[in-house]
């Protein structure tokens, strides 16, 4: 089945601009999500890339795919001490379930 | 739009009791609702998938007499966790598909804590 990787921490300054990196090993995934879990709660959803696609822009928040090798970003400009959280990479394919990879802890210090 | 809740947000129950906690679309119908569970630290294991009307589908290793899930309407899946022992204290997560989107992501709910003392 698909397996999806991801660092598990990630340290940042205020200010500074955070990349969280996911690969993943099925070439057949079609879609690519990115989602944010603060303590205590939920996921939402943050952004989604399409296969077909090799960079998507929203606001602060960038998607990058290297389909080749089936890598996945996730850039935040200008990283606030609220966009601490845990961030999850998940991928889907034929089946619609995503399979989550085990996030990444970004800590945002002044 | 897009609201998925989860009632009740933290429950602590004794050994050997069971316990319900239910999932709602708010304002979208659900094509299919999943739970999860996540242990500290870790990612997300998904436990079954439902579809309204029909039998849950469960993952490998989970045991439906255990965790039964019950997917009444297009906006209501209901885990029950039957005769609760310490070791299935965790957060249980659920999300919904909507009825109507072409990208198929989840809309989570906020999660349960269950503690089983």
């Known amino acids: 089945g698909e397996d999806v990787e991801q660092s598990l921490f990630l340290s940042v300054r205020e200010g500074d601009s955070s990349v969280i990196n996911c690969t993943y090993t099925?070439?057949?995934?079609?879609?690519l999500y990115w989602y944010k879990q603060e303590p205590g709660a939920g996921l939402q959803l943050l952004t989604y890339i399409f296969s077909n696609m090799d960079m998507k822009q929203d606001q602060r928040l960038t998607v990058l795919l290297n389909k080749k090798d089936k890598h996945l970003s996730l850039r935040i400009a200008d990283t606030q001490t609220g966009d601490s959280a845990i961030y999850f990479c998940?991928?889907?394919?034929?089946?619609?379930?995503?399979?989550f990879g085990r996030g990444t802890s970004l800590i945002v210090h002044p | 739009g897009a609201v998925v809740s989860q009632h009740p947000s933290w429950v602590i129950c004794k050994s050997g009791t069971s316990v319900k906690i239910e999932c709602r679309s708010l304002?979208?119908?659900?094509?299919?609702m999943f739970w999860y569970r996540q242990f500290p630290k870790q990612s997300l294991m998904l436990m079954a998938t439902s579809n309204e009307g029909s039998k849950a589908t469960y993952e490998q290793g989970v045991e439906k007499d255990k965790f039964l899930i019950n997917h009444a309407s297009l906006t209501l899946s209901t885990l029950t966790v039957t005769s609760a022992h310490p070791e299935d204290s965790s957060f249980y997560i659920c999300?919904?598909?909507?009825?109507?989107?072409?990208?198929?992501?989840?809309?989570f709910g906020p999660g349960t804590r269950l503690t089983v003392t």
């Open positions: 304002d979208f119908q659900a094509t299919t």
């Open positions: 999300s919904a598909n909507r009825r109507d989107s072409y990208t198929y992501e989840q809309y």
């Open positions: 998940a991928v889907s394919g034929g089946s619609y379930i995503p399979t």
């Open positions: 099925d070439s057949s995934s079609t879609y």
